[in-house]
Nanobody, 121 residues
Framework: QVQLVESGGGLVQAGGSLRLSCAASGSDFSINVMGWYRQAPGRQRELVASITRDDTPNYAEFVKGRFTISRDNAKSTVTLQMNDLEPDDTAVYYC???????????????WGQGTQVTVSS
């Protein structure tokens, strides 16, 4: 299993910024897409942003222009820079990677433990 360690959540006022980081470990695995999901109370988990191994990003419509995702393949890290945060961004944010054993065509989702982001109005 790929181990994912997240950091950077916290409490911020509306209009503020936070930076989430996720480090993946697991030398037997090849990591493909990396990304961030979020889940607010009473709501389903939803994609925030993802990025492919060749640095092609994909953003949810509700974060376009405010959030930026990036990755470092050498360090197996993915970062989400969140600017102009809104109260509706309050949620637990989960790091996600799609990875499989090296040399195998199969891959599956791996999840971090989640980090709380709270935006006050």
């Amino acid at each position: 299993q790929v181990q994912l360690v997240e950091s950077g959540g916290g409490l911020v006022q509306a209009g503020g910024s936070l930076r989430l980081s996720c480090a993946a470990s697991g030398s037997d695995f090849s990591i493909n897409v990396m990304g961030w999901y979020r889940q607010a109370p009473g709501r389903q988990r939803e994609l925030v942003a993802s990025i492919t191994r060749d640095d092609t990003p994909n953003y949810a419509e509700f974060v376009k222009g405010r959030f930026t995702i990036s990755r470092d393949n050498a360090k197996s890290t993915v970062t989400l820079q969140m600017n102009d945060l809104e109260p509706d961004d309050t949620a637990v944010y989960y790091c996600n990677v799609r990875a499989g054993y090296k040399g195998s065509a199969l891959s599956w989702d791996h999840w971090g433990q989640g980090t709380q982001v709270t935006v006050s109005s």
